[in-house]
């Protein structure tokens, strides 16, 4: 057999993003020769840009070992990032030591021009309903827009934070058994002012998703999706400074409802229930008391106190055992969560054990 000539197996997973007035390459560097001989030392990579119908030039060279995991970065020329938005792809070659190749890699097509503008001043505010993500509105001279059916969105990535808040609690919150992700991508809906004339409104988000008493950051950015040449493109604009929060759970649960009491003479106790709480996050119950005089039956007489006990009621309901034959009393239930914020009572409910 003849000797190999060492010609690395062209690279076929080449992937190109545009962030900015930047494009991140990525690729995996074969192992292996045409001939299936094993490469031992570093490979020598070229790597070119093209745009329209220009030929494929070569703005850099690496030396990178087999079967690594190659990334590297292109700062576009000026005259690549600005004006109507045009097709232009990525590709690289690997050279043996005669400067032969077996081919060029598989095409990365991104778009050059205009890129969609950098998103400032992201603000993080803890709600009930989860943490709100807003920021401020590009300038109105934007010219991201300028791909005829370009769609714009906001994109988020959120990470969540090794530092836990010491409130926590002890067990994982998990959805359908599995642990919420260290890191994901959210995407608000089409952005609606991004297709009236560059005219922007500060927008926000609510990621109902994010857990109490954790700790996230925020990276906000445009992401425009756009087709040039019958190829689906995204390009994204540069992303904003990140911001991060931590989401204490200072939110009492709702008020209970439907508390009722009905006198049980032959187990002398007074029977309470009242509706389930709706929140996943939902502890128990604490049931206050208080004495209601007979001659004013609407009159309070006394301070409502905790009669359920130190430990939370569990299940929406209740018997007062202590209750005593012929006295009325006022009851009222509060709500409290895994963080221990507790509702306003209940409406109360009048009743009495009978003489």
């Known amino acids: 057999m003849p000797p190999s000539l060492m010609l690395p197996l062209a690279v076929t997973d080449l ?14 560097m074969p192992r292996r020769t045409t001939d299936r001989v094993v490469l031992q030392a570093d490979q020598q990579v070229e790597i070119c840009r093209a745009a329209g119908a220009e030929p494929c030039a070569v703005f850099r060279v690496l030396l990178l070992a087999p079967g690594s995991q190659a990334q590297t970065t ?13 097709l232009m792809h990525y590709e690289v070659r690997l050279k043996n030591h005669a400067q032969h190749d077996a081919g ?34 590009p300038a109105e001279d934007s010219q991201a827009m300028t791909a005829p059916g ?32 260290t890191e994901q991508t959210l995407e608000a809906p089409e952005h609606p002012a991004a297709m ?50 931590e989401a204490r759970d200072t939110f009492a649960p709702a008020v209970p409802e439907d508390l009722a009491a009905v006198a049980n003479a032959t187990g002398k106790a007074i029977d309470l229930s009242w509706t389930a709480g709706p929140e996943p996050d939902l502890r128990g119950y604490r049931v206050y008391r208080r004495e209601t ?63």
């Open 15 to 28: 992937a190109a993003m545009r962030i900015g007035d930047k494009v991140a390459l990525h690729w995996t």
């Open 196 to 245: 009236a004339g560059g005219k922007w409104t500060p927008d926000s988000i609510v990621d109902a998703d994010a857990q109490q008493n954790r700790s996230y950051s925020y990276t906000v950015q445009l992401v425009e999706q756009l087709t040039l040449e019958g190829h689906l493109l995204e390009m994204n604009g540069q992303p904003a400074e990140t911001a991060a929060l």
């Open 74 to 86: 292109d700062q576009l020329p000026a005259a690549l990032q600005v004006g109507t938005n045009r």
């Open 150 to 181: 370009a769609v714009l969105r906001v994109r988020l990535l959120r990470h969540r934070l090794a530092a836990e808040s010491a409130t926590a609690p002890t067990k994982e919150s998990t959805e359908a058994g599995v642990p919420q992700p």
């Open 293 to 355: 005089d007979l001659a004013a039956q609407s009159a309070a007489t006394s301070t409502p106190v905790l009669v359920s006990g130190p430990a939370l009621v569990t299940v929406p309901s209740w018997s007062d055992t202590a209750a005593h034959p012929g006295v009325r009393y006022s009851y009222s239930v509060a709500a409290v969560d895994q963080s221990g914020n507790e509702s306003a009572r209940s409406a109360e409910v009048v009743e009495a054990l009978p003489q």
């Open 104 to 137: 060029p890699s598989n095409l990365a097509f991104v778009p050059a021009g205009w890129a969609p503008p950098a998103i400032q001043s992201v603000q993080l505010a803890n709600k009930a309903q989860g943490i709100a993500v807003s920021w401020e509105a």
